[in-house]
Structure formats: structure tokens, C-alpha cells
């Protein structure tokens, strides 16, 4: 059973850069997009993006100056940097696999708040 | 503003039908098969409970139905059941863009 795990802090002060990585258990990182949506608290779902396992990067238009992602195929990991952060990136993170029709996995999320 | 739009309630007794939509353009909805539905419980993550328009994850009941006309896909769900309490969100493939979310809907079990 696949199984995904967000880590990273959970408070980054305005104007730093946010960065979260996701595990990846019970499977391979080859053959598969990975990706990273948010929700802010109370709100729906944003898709920032996501990266095919070989390293080719796809971005939301509204996030695509700020969002970097990355994968690391040796560890079975993937992770996010979202630069100049304000009070409007708080959010629960979720990393999430992508297998070319929908995000069939997901890890159990982590809040990030923006604050000082 | 999400790009998709969803009604912001939905709701039904236990047994009956319900159906919530997703309205998209030509760009998105419109334009390909890759329309999604996810269901989300209070606290929790996301869960994928149809994809390409219609098909079921196994796993998933057989009460929960996809169709798609035009800009609009729909999500039925039957027999409800008080489980099936919860948020549920459409997506789609939206060409350049790759992957647009609805604002959700917050179904209530009566």
C-alpha cells in the first residue's frame, strides 16, 4: 500500500521561503506525477503542481514565480519551496500521487502558517 | 474564485438521490475525459471517489455515479447513506493550466 508523508515547519515567517518534502512508502517514485495541492483553512483545494517522476515540472499560472518542486528518486521523496510568503499561503499542505487520471493517493496533510 | 463551480450545499435524507455538479468551460470540463470527484471528511485528506468522468476506484460503492454533458460533469450519489456526509470537490484536466479544482460542496445527510 502506498503511503505519503509531509514534513517540514510548521510556522514560517512573512517574506521566507516554505519548504515541505514528501515520503514516499510501499512504492516506487518511477512511472508517476507527484503532487502538491493546499487548502487554506475553512476554503477548497489549490493545485500548486506537480512533478513527473523524471523531473519535468508542471505550475499552477498564480504560483509559478514563487513554487519550485523537486524529487529526489533515490530516497523516494518529492518536496516544495514556495518563496515570499505571506499570511495568504497558510494552508494545510498535501503531497498526493498522480497516475495520468486523477490523485490517487494522498498523505494525511500539514498545516503551514505564515506568521511572524 | 475556483475555476470550477460547484453549489456550496447539497443535501438529502438517508435512501434518496442526490446529484451535484461541476461547471466548467470548453478548457476544462468540456474538453476532456480526465474530470475527477474527491470526498473529504471533516480533519481528513482527500479521497478519490471517481475518475475519468465515471469510473470507480475499487473500493469505492457502487451508490457513487459520474456523467458529464457539455461543461458539466455530475456526481450522483444514491441510497445515501450517513456516511456519505462530507465535502466533495470536481477536477479537471485543463489543458496548460493541467489541473483546476471546484470550490466544493458541503453535502448534508438529513
Known amino acids: 500500500q502506498v503511503q505519503l508523508q509531509e514534513s517540514g515547519p510548521g510556522l514560517v515567517k512573512p517574506s521566507e521561503t516554505l519548504s515541505l518534502t514528501c515520503t514516499v512508502s510501499g512504492g516506487s517514485i518511477s512511472g508517476y506525477y507527484w503532487s502538491w495541492i493546499r487548502q487554506p483553512p475553512g476554503k477548497g483545494l489549490e493545485w500548486i503542481g506537480y512533478?513527473?517522476?523524471?523531473?519535468?515540472?508542471n505550475y499552477n499560472p498564480s504560483l509559478e514565480s514563487r513554487v519550485t518542486i523537486s524529487v529526489d528518486t533515490s530516497k523516494n521523496q518529492f518536496s516544495l519551496k514556495l518563496t515570499s510568503v505571506t499570511a495568504a499561503d497558510t494552508a494545510v499542505y498535501y503531497c498526493?500521487?498522480?497516475?495520468?487520471?486523477?490523485?490517487?493517493?494522498w498523505g494525511q496533510g500539514t498545516l503551514v502558517t505564515v506568521s511572524s | 474564485q475556483s475555476a470550477l463551480t460547484q453549489p456550496p450545499s447539497a443535501s438529502g435524507s438517508p435512501g434518496q438521490s442526490v446529484t451535484i455538479s461541476c461547471t466548467g468551460t470548453?478548457?476544462?470540463?468540456?474538453?476532456?475525459?480526465?474530470v475527477s470527484w474527491y470526498q473529504q471528511h471533516p480533519g481528513k485528506a482527500p479521497k478519490v471517489m471517481i475518475y475519468?468522468?465515471?469510473k470507480r476506484p475499487s473500493g469505492v460503492p457502487d451508490r457513487f455515479s459520474g456523467s458529464k454533458s457539455g461543461n458539466t460533469a455530475s456526481l450522483t450519489v444514491s441510497g445515501l447513506q450517513a456516511e456519505d456526509e462530507a465535502d466533495y470537490y470536481c477536477s479537471s484536466y485543463a489543458g496548460i493550466t493541467h489541473v483546476v479544482f471546484g470550490g466544493g460542496t458541503k453535502l448534508t445527510v438529513l
Open positions: 512533478i513527473y517522476y523524471n523531473g519535468n515540472t
Open positions: 475519468e468522468v465515471s
Open positions: 470548453s478548457s476544462d470540463v468540456g474538453g476532456y475525459n480526465y
Open positions: 498526493a500521487r498522480h497516475d495520468g487520471r486523477a490523485q490517487d493517493y
